[in-house]
């Protein structure tokens, strides 16, 4: 199997180790079962997967400050924890999973760990205790989730699994599907406010013509009494001259 220090190597990618930020070391093999490859120069690491690499203990592991995320299951640690508290202060999430660890005192040295808050020991001895998780809780009052689970058996939610990855991804970016819907929910907006004008704007008009047809109409039926009236005056006037014309033959004959 390939050693543990050449895998670190090619991992690096001819990167400068003050850079790197998640390094990924699994299944190889430590060639005394401790840390080896890893030096103080990682300064900016954060996140370090150490899986199945024949490790029987963490005492080689050099100083992390920036370290948060530790995976270090289905090796052969059986305690000596104390290095990580001292090496790596700022350590939320640890795997132990499938390690050697057996009694409840290997893992007190983690009481140190202030920032600890997920912490994986299924799959060794220890687990199998009675009243295993209550005594966990209890040993490190700082934990929030063991196994996955917090203290009243609630699974950690995907938010809080995800938060690592998140971090060292960088801030959230806005989904461009997201800003596509936005997009077309305000287009709509508008269709829909300009249709509701155009339907006012086509209303009033019809109104206004309603009104012009009405003056129209009044205008008409003024004219035709203005004619009927007309006519009866100037039968009037006709009867009136008919009349004096037969006064005016009587006095002739006289």
């Given at each position: 199997?390939?050693?543990?220090?050449?895998?670190?190597?090619?991992?690096?990618?001819?990167?400068?180790?003050?850079?790197?930020?998640?390094?990924?070391?699994?299944?190889?093999?430590?060639s005394?079962?401790?840390?080896?490859?890893?030096?103080?120069?990682?300064?900016?690491?954060?996140?370090?997967?150490?899986?199945?690499?024949?490790?029987?203990?963490?005492?080689?592991?050099?100083?992390?400050?920036?370290?948060?995320?530790?995976?270090?299951?289905?090796?052969?640690?059986?305690g000596?924890?104390?290095?990580?508290?001292?090496?790596c202060?700022?350590?939320?999430?640890?795997?132990?999973?499938?390690?050697?660890?057996?009694?409840?005192?290997?893992?007190?040295?983690?009481?140190?760990?202030?920032?600890?808050?997920?912490?994986?020991?299924?799959s060794?001895?220890?687990?199998?205790?009675?009243?295993?998780?209550?005594?966990?809780?209890?040993?490190?009052?700082?934990?929030?989730?063991?196994?996955?689970?917090?203290?009243?058996?609630?699974?950690?939610?995907?938010?809080?699994?995800?938060?690592?990855?998140?971090?060292?991804?960088?801030?959230?970016?806005?989904?461009?599907?997201?800003?596509?819907?936005?997009?077309?929910?305000?287009?709509?907006?508008?269709?829909v406010?300009?249709?509701?004008?155009?339907?006012?704007?086509?209303?009033?008009?019809?109104?206004?013509?309603?009104?012009?047809?009405?003056?129209?109409?009044?205008?008409?039926?003024?004219?035709?009494?203005?004619?009927?009236?007309?006519?009866?005056v100037?039968?009037?006037?006709?009867?009136?001259?008919?009349?004096?014309?037969?006064?005016?033959?009587?006095?002739?004959?006289?």
């Amino acid at each position: 199997m390939e050693k543990m220090k050449k895998r670190i190597s090619l991992e690096l990618r001819s990167r400068n180790p003050a850079e790197v930020v998640e390094l990924v070391v699994e299944n190889c093999r430590s060639s005394d079962g401790e840390v080896e490859g890893l030096s103080e120069e990682y300064v900016a690491l954060e996140v370090l997967s150490m899986v199945n690499v024949g490790l029987s203990s963490l005492a080689k592991l050099p100083s992390l400050p920036k370290l948060r995320k530790l995976e270090v299951s289905d090796n052969t640690i059986t305690g000596n924890l104390d290095a990580l508290a001292e090496k790596c202060p700022n350590v939320a999430y640890l795997n132990l999973s499938g390690n050697k660890i057996k009694e409840l005192s290997s893992i007190e040295p983690l009481k140190n760990l202030k920032n600890l808050k997920s912490l994986y020991l299924y799959s060794c001895e220890v687990s199998t205790l009675d009243d295993y998780t209550d005594a966990v809780f209890e040993l490190l009052p700082q934990l929030t989730f063991l196994d996955g689970y917090d203290q009243e058996d609630n699974e950690v939610p995907d938010s809080e699994a995800d938060t690592d990855d998140d971090d060292v991804a960088g801030p959230h970016e806005v989904d461009d599907d997201d800003e596509e819907e936005d997009d077309s929910s305000e287009g709509e907006e508008e269709e829909v406010g300009l249709s509701y004008l155009m339907k006012e704007g086509i209303q009033d008009e019809e109104d206004d013509g309603d009104y012009v047809e009405e003056e129209e109409e009044e205008e008409e039926e003024e004219e035709e009494d203005g004619d009927v009236d007309g006519a009866d005056v100037q039968g009037e006037k006709r009867k009136r001259d008919a009349e004096d014309d037969g006064d005016g033959d009587d006095d002739d004959d006289e």
